[in-house]
């Protein structure tokens, strides 16, 4: 069973950037896939950026492509989404999360999730 723990959310201003990380314990497999998602209150669960375990192939939402970049770093077991140009409707609690098999958008195919950690952007 893999545990995640996300963490590296804050209060930025409005163009700032912030970093957040991923942390993966338990069984990890190169055939994991990680993904970033996001939700604000009364919202669905909406997804950001995803990559996977092995490989150079990385996802991204349309609303963040340019800004936002996943990266891992897979000795210590951790993904990364550094945030840049950070925007008031950023603002959410972001979730790190796992499944086996390939990328996906979709947050019901993700199997373990983080606690989630808030960003706020301010203007």
């Known amino acids: 069973q893999v545990q995640v723990v996300d963490s590296g959310g804050g209060l930025v201003q409005a163009g700032g950037s912030l970093r957040l990380s991923c942390a993966a314990s338990?069984?990890?497999?190169?055939?994991?896939?990680m993904g970033w998602f996001r939700q604000t209150p009364g919202k669905e669960r909406e997804f950001v950026a995803a990559?996977?375990?092995?490989?150079?192939?990385?996802y991204y939402a349309d609303s963040v492509k340019g800004r936002f970049t996943i990266s891992r770093d897979n000795a210590k077991n951790t993904v990364y989404l550094q945030m840049n140009s950070l925007k008031p409707e950023d603002t959410a609690v972001y979730y790190c999360a796992v499944r086996i098999g390939v990328v996906s958008v979709f947050p019901d195919l993700y199997t373990n999730w983080g606690q989630g950690t808030q960003v706020t952007v301010s203007s």
């Open positions: 338990g069984q990890t497999f190169s055939s994991y896939a």
């Open positions: 990559t996977r375990w092995s490989g150079d192939n990385t």
